[in-house]
């Protein structure tokens, strides 16, 4: 019985990670997607013409911290206004949830 309800526990744990997983894809998909790609290396349109940074590099991802990628995505970028502040757009949870998604992205 004890062992039964165990393994409910972590099956419902790990679909509410699942879960989580899902809604930070699909607020990239929704509304990062269309600049900066669907794997963060901005060969789309957008990306090229502003010439985006590949956020898959070694070499970006070790140059940002965390706290650099949450300014970007909360207050856009102070160079290029097509990236926007999202901070009324997304809670700090979605934010947090973004840079841990970017995080994702590294190459290898
Ligand atoms: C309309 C196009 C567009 C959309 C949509 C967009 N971005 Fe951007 N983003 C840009 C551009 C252009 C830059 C480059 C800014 C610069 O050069 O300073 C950028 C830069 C960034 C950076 C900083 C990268 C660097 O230069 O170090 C991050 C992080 C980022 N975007 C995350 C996001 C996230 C997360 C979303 C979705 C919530 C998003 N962006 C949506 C256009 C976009």
């Not at 290029?80 to 841990?100: E, G």
Request: with cysteine.
């Amino acid at each position: 019985m004890k062992i039964r309800l165990a393994l409910l526990l972590s099956l419902s744990l790990a679909t509410a990670a699942h879960a989580e997983e899902d809604s930070v894809a699909e607020v990239w998909t929704a509304k990062c997607k269309s600049c900066h790609g669907p794997d963060g290396r901005a060969q789309t349109q957008m990306g090229k013409k502003e010439a985006i940074v590949d956020m898959s590099q070694p070499a970006w991802q070790q140059a940002q911290t965390d706290a650099d990628i949450r300014e970007a995505i909360a207050d856009g970028s102070p160079r290029n206004k097509k990236m926007k502040a999202y901070k009324d757009k997304l809670t700090p949870q979605q934010i947090d949830a973004l840079v841990a998604y970017i995080r994702g992205m590294k190459k290898g």
